[in-house]
């Protein structure tokens, strides 16, 4: 059989409606990784779904957990067909964000698949049950087009608590390093640029969320009788917040900023356009970085976001001074940022204008990380993008978002090629979550194209020496 055959299977596959059925059935678990209530159901998803499909291709399994994590598993699996062969690593989540059905449209539900049109609405269908279930009905319809071989290693790694921040993922990568040993990772999550053009990403960009407040007193106090002589928090806070991101949201903290991008990320980004699709919003055209082309402020830039201000009560807003105020903010930002001193950094910034009383807390994070561009296993990927799609993907060298990546690039030294099948509008993490048929199908061409590939010329593109994998960079 040739790769040409094997990709004319899945599509028939595909149009059966077996996919369609595979999905709905993984929609239905109501798998909510931030309810306690769900562990139940977190793990029989696993045990109901994942690990049987696993093991029909001769996967060995086993479900892990740290102290971490809790109650939400993960599935580690294997399929060593030749210690020669090529070894490749796939990742998925099948934990979602909460239903919230209530909000829904009338007539759809978060826990069951509906079709309109080219829409596939469900929890989960986007965010990360429809990506993965296409990459493993891709590694299904090669096994089988093989006669029951990969011809390649692969080993998968499953999480349910993604949306929970991923708690112990990093653990397990360290605990189980030998076991998740491969010389790359493929995986799907995030969206495509825009629905119409297949994304190959590289990396994510980081995010570290952070609090600042200040507490003047313990209470309000009317501002009619101490109007003018007691200071307002609210206001205070608002100038400081001025200092850090000016009014057109460039970046005022230069230690915060990272190096400017480098011609081999501009010339890629220069093929890429952001925005201008169905239901996108409208740029707004003097935001951010000046100098820089949207693109580059999205993909290749800092970018300082507030994402929350309070102060007083805003349901009921009172005639008095408050005593207190408080923002959350996030930095978003891209591979060499000294972002682990983002504390110190704005300490610094903030005392130098003025601002001393500022109280900064650092709440979470997620680290930066890229795989090198130019790496020949880039073009070798885009190519087949290219041929099983017939269109030119596109190349992003992270995207704008985050996801736990450099447990992949930092703890396990793998270069990492993302290819999303879902699109910046599917409504992940919101109502009406939906993933679009036509995406689907065609993610499933490219993913069993590529899988055929790795089979037939996975063992002459991947180097032979792993401690040449190591080309991602940390943030």
Known sequence: MTGDEAVQRATAYFDRGEFKTILARRIAFCT???????????????????????????????KVTTPEAGSRPFLLAARIEDAALPTMLCYGHGDVVAGDGEHWREGLSPWQLAEEGDYWYGRGSADNKGQHSVNLAALEQVFAARGGRLGFNCKILFEMGEEASSPGLAQVCRDHAALLSSDLLIASDGPRLNARRPTLFLGSRGCVNFRLSINARARDYHSGNWGGVLSNPGTRLANALACLVDSRGQLLVSALKPPFP????????????????????????GWGEQGLSPTERLYAWNTLEVLSFLTGNPQRPMNAI????????????????????????????????????????????????????????????????????????????????????DVFTDILGLPTLWIPHSYPACGQHAVDEHMLKSIAREGLQIMTRLFWELGEQGSRIIPRCRDGNAHAGPG
């Open 32 to 62: 909510e990784s931030n309810d306690d209530g769900r562990v139940d159901t977190l793990n029989a998803y696993l045990d109901q779904e994942i690990a049987p499909a696993l093991a029909a291709m001769g996967f060995s399994t086993r």
């Open 262 to 285: 480098d011609p081999a990320v501009r010339r890629i980004l220069a093929d890429v356009d952001v925005g201008g699709n169905d239901n996108d919003p409208d740029i707004d055209p």
């Open 322 to 405: 408050p005593g207190r105020a408080t923002a959350v903010c996030q930095l978003r930002f891209v591979v060499g940022t000294d972002w682990d001193r983002l504390a110190d950094h704005l300490r610094a910034h903030l005392d130098a204008h003025g601002f001393q009383y500022v109280e900064i807390e650092v709440i979470r994070h997620m680290v930066a990380t890229r795989f090198d561009p130019t790496d020949p296993l880039v073009d070798w990927t885009l190519d087949i993008m290219r041929r099983a799609s017939g269109k030119k993907p596109a190349l992003l060298p992270n995207f704008g978002g985050s996801l736990p990546n």
